[in-house]
């Protein structure tokens, strides 16, 4: 064999190596996509079923805020601004920071939920109470709990609810929730408390 004809064939046999292993990395790269996939895909199972949870949680919710049982209102046996007035578990108190009366953003989602229920009882009247802590004169809480009751009432306003089923009152700091004094206790004390009224 010719020295050309020798390297000729080395030349075609290095060529057919050459063509021969690119489908091996074809295969490779090809396998490295479906993992990919695979991994994207079980991410978006994942995703779904969260959502799902989440939809649920939410209709769960929503359901337990449709209609309040017996056992759901209590009588807080006190006069309230038109009749008896009844306590609902379903009714979430917010709070206030210390000397003001705008709704937080934290407490935004509790209004959110009291206003679900309060839908889904179209003939229902709520009395919303303005608290403060001990500090300060009478004078001074009683309008300060007024307004933390009249700012709850327009956010509810806000939400839908008609402002004739709304009755506000202000105790100011005569009625605490907790009677320590210290500022955790203060901090229960500065409250709009949501009860509701007989028809």
């Known amino acids: 064999m010719s ?3 020798l390297t000729l064939f080395i030349f075609i046999l290095c060529l057919g190596l050459f063509l021969g292993g690119c489908p091996k990395k074809k295969v490779a790269v090809s396998k490295d996509v479906s993992s990919v996939q695979r991994a994207e895909e079980a991410a978006r199972r994942e995703r779904e079923a969260r959502e799902a949870k989440e939809r649920e949680l939410a209709r769960l919710r929503e359901e337990e805020l449709k209609k309040p ?16 007035v ?13 000397d003001k009366y705008d709704v937080r953003p934290v407490d935004e989602a509790v209004l959110k939920e009291n206003a679900v229920f309060l839908k ?8 919303i109470e303005g608290h403060c802590d001990e500090r300060g ?18 956010y509810l306003v806000f939400l839908g609810i008609p402002s004739d089923r709304i009755s506000t009152i202000s105790f100011g700091k005569e009625r605490p929730l907790d009677k320590g004094h210290h500022e955790e206790a203060w901090a229960r004390n500065r409250r709009a408390h949501i009860v509701v009224l007989s028809k």
Do not use: C, W
């Open 86 to 98: 009844f306590e609902s578990k379903l009714l979430k108190d917010i709070h206030f920071d210390f």
């Open 3 to 5: 020295k050309k004809s």
């Open 120 to 127: 889904n009882n179209p003939k229902m009247k709520i009395q």
């Open 137 to 154: 004169t009478v004078e001074y809480n009683l309008a300060l709990g007024e307004r933390r009751a009249n700012n709850t009432k327009k």
């Open 69 to 84: 049982t017996e056992g759901e209102l209590v009588a807080k046996k006190e006069p309230g601004i038109e009749g008896e």
